[in-house]
């Protein structure tokens, strides 16, 4: 059955109930395996908005619990390195 997204149990979804039709092998959190090499090869680029701005508390309470795993990312999910010391709540500066 092809996938679409009328086959979808949303509810189940919701409720991390749903069982995934693939679960993809991860050898360690900084594994790059299940992407195509076209694309794993690229040179990241930094994309800073256009005007710098700062986030409100509010706003920074929107990404309390967001993990991103980038070259500074955390100890724990990084291969152990750790974010730089002077790292700041603005963007694009």
Same mark, same amino acid.
């Given at each position: 059955?092809?996938?679409?997204?009328?086959?979808?149990?949303?509810?189940?979804?919701?409720?991390?109930?749903?069982?995934?039709?693939?679960?993809?092998?991860?050898?360690?959190?900084?594994?790059?395996?299940?992407?195509?090499?076209?694309?794993?090869?690229?040179?990241?680029?930094?994309?800073?908005?256009?005007?710098?701005?700062?986030?409100?508390?509010?706003?920074?309470?929107?990404?309390?619990?967001?993990?991103? !795993?980038?070259?500074?990312?955390?100890?724990?999910? !990084?291969?152990?390195?750790?974010?730089?010391?002077?790292?700041?709540?603005?963007?694009?500066?």
């Amino acid at each position: 059955m092809p996938f679409t997204f009328q086959t979808i149990d949303w509810e189940a979804l919701l409720a991390k109930k749903a069982t995934p039709p693939f679960l993809p092998s991860i050898k360690e959190s900084l594994d790059v395996g299940n992407f195509d090499s076209e694309f794993t090869r690229l040179q990241p680029i930094m994309s800073p908005p256009s005007k710098p701005f700062v986030l409100s508390a509010e706003q920074q309470d929107a990404f309390a619990d967001f993990d991103f !795993c980038a070259l500074y990312g955390r100890r724990s999910s !990084c291969g152990g390195r750790s974010p730089p010391a002077s790292s700041s709540t603005s963007v694009g500066e």
